[in-house]
Each structure stands twice: as structure tokens, then as C-alpha cells.
């Protein structure tokens, strides 16, 4: 079973910046990828970008260069760092672990931007 915990949410003022942790654990690939998603009440949840295990990059338009999905010292912490952030950005952020046996997501961690 494989662990996914977030955190590093909070309330920011429009312009600010926030950065999310993802921490994994428990028996974990050897190879794996992370993904970030968020869902604002009833909606859809919401692709924001990936991070392979070879070290390739993907972002959804929408946060293409205010976003940056990266690893941290070790490989079971992958951060997302948020810039620039708007009221629109208002919403709980999830990270999800995914490899080849299967997926797993983590319970969310709320980001609140004031205007």
C-alpha cells in the first residue's frame, strides 16, 4: 500500500506564491510518477501537471509558467510551486502517486488566495 500525503496549503494574498509538498511512503515502485490535480466544489478534478521518473515535465496550459512541478533531495518528495497566484487558484490541491501496479491520491491540502 503506498502513502500520499500534502501539505503546504494556506491562505495567501492574490500575487503570492505557495509551495505544496507531496510526500510518498510505504511500498512504492522503484520507478513511479507524480501528478498534481485540484478540485473545486463541483467540479471536475483538475489536471495541473506531472512529473515523470526520468525527469520529464508536463503542465495544463492554464498553469504553464506560473507552475512548477520539481523532486525534491529525496525521491519520495515531489513539490509544486505555485507563483503568481490568483483567487481563481482558490480550491484543494491533491498530488497522486501513479505507476505501473497502480494509482494512489492523497487526501488534499486547501490553497486560499485573497483578492
Known amino acids: 500500500q503506498v502513502q500520499v500525503v500534502e501539505s503546504g496549503g494556506g491562505l495567501v494574498q492574490s500575487g503570492d506564491s505557495l509551495k505544496l509538498s507531496c510526500e510518498v511512503s510505504g511500498r512504492t515502485l522503484s520507478a513511479y510518477d507524480i501528478g498534481w490535480y485540484r478540485q473545486a466544489p463541483g467540479k471536475e478534478r483538475e489536471y495541473l501537471a506531472r512529473l515523470w521518473d526520468n525527469g520529464l515535465t508536463q503542465y495544463e496550459d492554464a498553469v504553464k509558467g506560473r507552475f512548477t512541478i520539481f523532486r525534491g533531495t529525496t525521491k519520495n518528495v515531489v513539490y509544486l510551486q505555485m507563483n503568481n497566484l490568483k483567487p481563481e487558484d482558490t480550491t484543494v490541491y491533491y498530488c497522486?502517486?501513479?505507476?505501473?501496479?497502480?494509482?494512489?491520491w492523497g487526501r488534499g491540502t486547501q490553497g486560499t488566495v485573497s483578492s
Open positions: 497522486k502517486y501513479i505507476s505501473e501496479t497502480g494509482d494512489s
